[in-house]
């Protein structure tokens, strides 16, 4: 099965253990050169204005179920929370 970047972009991501709404994909994180996708990457709510940025950084595997309209993923959203690398500074 193949898809398209931006399919995956209009689907929501929920987490099947809590029904939690995780929100919609923003990106995907690729393996160089192999070109695997390993993971999917969904913008935490941001509860503060100026507050901490955070991704949900959702594995691969942890993928349940892609259907027409949402993504079915069973993780822990708390152990999947990154924060955001912020513009400007190198890693």
């Known amino acids: 099965m193949s ?3 931006t399919d995956l ?3 929501e991501v929920i987490c099947i253990r809590s029904g939690q709404r995780l929100g919609f994909v ?3 994180l690729v393996e160089v050169p192999e070109g695997n996708v390993c993971a999917i990457v969904v913008p ?3 509860r503060f204005p100026m507050g ?4 949900f950084v959702i594995p691969w595997n942890c993928i349940k179920r892609i259907g027409p309209d949402i993504i079915l993923v069973e993780a822990k959203p708390d152990e999947c929370r990154v924060p ?4 400007g500074l190198s890693p």
Do not use: A, T
């Not at 901490?52 to 991704?55: A, L, M, S, T, Y």
């Not at 955001?84 to 513009?87: D, T």
């Open 26 to 28: 923003s990106d995907v």
């Open 52 to 55: 901490r940025r955070e991704d």
């Open 9 to 11: 972009q209009c689907k």
């Open 84 to 87: 955001r690398p912020r513009p």
């Open 44 to 46: 935490c709510p941001n």
């Open 3 to 5: 898809m398209k970047f």
